[in-house]
């Protein structure tokens, strides 16, 4: 990883291009409080993924060809991933296919400020539940940022989520799609 981040701690996205401009751009548009900008070429990207801890909250490309072994990592854990114009072949169900720039910029920006049952994410990692406290958890975050959009990814990492949610008393639990796929729903009370 290079240029506009090279630490991929905390809640990460991670910009997969041939260029740097798509990750200034981006970085630009984001909110520096809740998130890393880290950039990487499409050649890189699989160490560029294996570099983020605990693994990228976002993935951002603009390519049409990424390496066999970064595709499997990004099937693996549950990332957001945001494409300009056709994604490689294999990415995991949910990511989102944009046009323009403004679009993908929006959808990120959106992710960062979402908001499901009370829950929100918390500047840097984590979240901010509905009583005040903060949940440090990678998959809740993702499940916060793509409601109400299913993520695929292994169910292992949703395991937590719904004790999580019980602890904190949100009226929220994981649920699984038709197509395997988990996201948060209001508990039928």
Sequence with gaps: MRGVGSRGDGRTVLVISEDIE??????DRLDRGYVTVCDARTAEAD?????????PWMV???????ARAAVELLGRHPTLLLWRGAPPPGLPAHTRQLQRFSELAAAAESALGAEVGGIRLAPGAGVTMPDGRHHA?????????????PLFAAAHHFRTVDATLDAHAVALHVTRTAAGGARLDTRAA
């Design 137 to 149: 958890g990678a998959a809740l975050e993702a499940l916060v940022a793509s409601h109400p959009r």
């Design 22 to 27: 798509l990750a200034v751009a981006l970085r």
């Design 60 to 66: 951002v490309g603009d390519g049409a060809g990424l």
């Design 47 to 55: 160490a560029a993924v294996r570099g983020c801890h605990p693994w």
